[in-house]
C-alpha cells in the first residue's frame, strides 16, 4: 500500500510517502507559520519525486496533536479532505509519539519521556513504552506535577521541555534529546505498523484533534 504522511502540528511542514516498508520521497521544510500555503504543493512535490499519482494513495497519516492550534487544524483538515477525494482511511498519531521515534535514540530498555514545552508552567507528556501496551496517552500536567506523575525510573527525556523536565524529575531521568520535530517519513512508518496491526476498518471515521488545552483566543463578550 502507497502511504502520505502529513505533519503540520509544531514548527516545520513536513510530507512523507511510504511504501514497502520504507520512505519513498519526503520534504522537511522548518518553519513557525506558512503550513497551509506550504502544505498542498509539497505533497504535489512528493508525489512528483516518487512518480506516483496522488490518486495511488491507499491511506493518508497525519499527526493529530499535540501542537499548535492551527497546524493540528492544518493538518488534520487536509488530510480529511484528500481522503476524501481519494476514498481511503485517515491515521491519526499522537506528535508526541512522533517525536519520541524521529529522536532515533538507541535501543534501550529504559522507556521514553516525551516532554513538550506547553508554556504557562505547563508541559504535555507522554510515556513511550516498548509496547503500544505500555504507553500512556499525552496528557497536560503541570511542571510542577511531573515527578509525581512519572515516578518510575529510569527515564529517557525527549523533546523541547526536556531540560527544564530533568530538573523536575532528578536523578534517573537523563535528557536523551532537547529539540526534535516529528518527521513525516517517521510518522509513516508507525501508521503503516498501526494498519498492519489493525486494518482499515479500524480508521474508518477520520481522527479528531488532541488540543489538550482551549484555544487562547476568546470570543468577544456581548
Given amino acids: 500500500m502507497l502511504l502520505l504522511a ?17 520512505p519513498i520521497a519526503d520534504h522537511f521544510v522548518p518553519m513557525a507559520r506558512g503550513h497551509a ?14 512518480g506516483v499519482d496522488l490518486a495511488a494513495v491507499g491511506a493518508i497519516a497525519v499527526t493529530r496533536g499535540p501542537g499548535t492550534f492551527t497546524g493540528i487544524r492544518i493538518g488534520l483538515a487536509t488530510a480529511r479532505g ?15 509519539e512522533v517525536i519520541a521515534a524521529s529522536a532515533l535514540l538507541r535501543t ?12 504557562r508552567g505547563e508541559i504535555y507528556a507522554q510515556r513511550i513504552g516498548a509496547t503500544p501496551e505500555e504507553s500512556t496517552a499525552p496528557r497536560l500536567l503541570a511542571v510542577a506535577d511531573l515527578a509525581a506523575a512519572f515516578p518510575e525510573r529510569p527515564l529517557r527525556l525527549v523533546g523541547s521541555g526536556a531540560l527544564l523536565a530533568a530538573e ?4 534517573g531521568a ?6 526534535v520535530l516529528p518527521q513525516a517519513a517517521v510518522l509513516a512508518g508507525l501508521a503503516a505498523a498501526r494498519l498492519q496491526r489493525h486494518g482499515t476498518a479500524r480508521f474508518a471515521a477520520p481522527p479528531s484533534p488532541l488540543y489538550l488545552r482551549a484555544p487562547d483566543a476568546k470570543l468577544p463578550s456581548a
Fill in 82 to 96: 484528500l481522503a476524501l477525494t481519494i476514498g481511503c482511511p485517515v491515521i491519526g498519531v499522537s506528535t508526541l
Fill in 168 to 171: 523536575r524529575l532528578g536523578a
Fill in 37 to 50: 500555503e506550504a502544505l498542498v504543493p509539497m505533497v504535489q512535490a512528493v508525489c512528483a519525486q516518487a
Fill in 174 to 179: 537523563t535528557v536523551a534529546a532537547a529539540e
Fill in 6 to 22: 502529513l505533519d503540520t502540528s509544531l514548527a516545520a511542514c513536513s510530507v512523507a510517502l511510504w511504501r514497502d516498508g520504507a
Fill in 108 to 119: 534501550d530498555p529504559a522507556p521514553i519521556l516525551v516532554v513538550q514545552d506547553a508554556r
